[in-house]
């Protein structure tokens, strides 16, 4: 099994800055994909930013040119870096790596942005 911990949440104001982290543990080899999603209240989940093994990104059209994703191979941990944030930004922010025939999720983080 995987365990994910993530950091980096919190309250912050339109247009600052945050900077997510997800640190993955236990069977960790032949991870592929690593990602961030998010769920508003009320709203279903949807993907922010998703990594491959092999570093190729893709991001949700709503955060494209604001935030980044990344990775460190060594420390299985995925980063996402969160900039020009906006109220709708707001949610629980979960992160997700999936492994062979297998996805693990980590417990959430809440991301709040005020106007």
């Known amino acids: 099994q995987v365990q994910l911990v993530e950091s980096g949440g919190g309250l912050v104001q339109a247009g600052g800055s945050l900077r997510l982290s997800c640190a993955a543990s236990?069977?960790?080899?032949?991870?592929?994909?690593m990602g961030w999603y998010r769920q508003a209240p009320g709203k279903q989940r949807d993907v922010v930013a998703i990594i491959n093994s092999g570093g190729t990104t893709n991001y949700a059209d709503s955060v494209k040119g604001r935030f980044t994703i990344s990775r460190d191979n060594a420390k299985n941990t995925v980063y996402l870096q969160m900039n020009s944030l906006k109220p709708e930004d707001t949610a629980v922010y979960y992160c997700?790596?999936?492994?062979?025939?297998?996805?693990?999720w980590g417990q959430g983080t809440q991301v709040t942005v005020s106007a």
């Open positions: 236990g069977s960790t080899f032949r991870i592929n994909a």
């Open positions: 997700n790596v999936v492994q062979s025939q297998s996805s693990w």
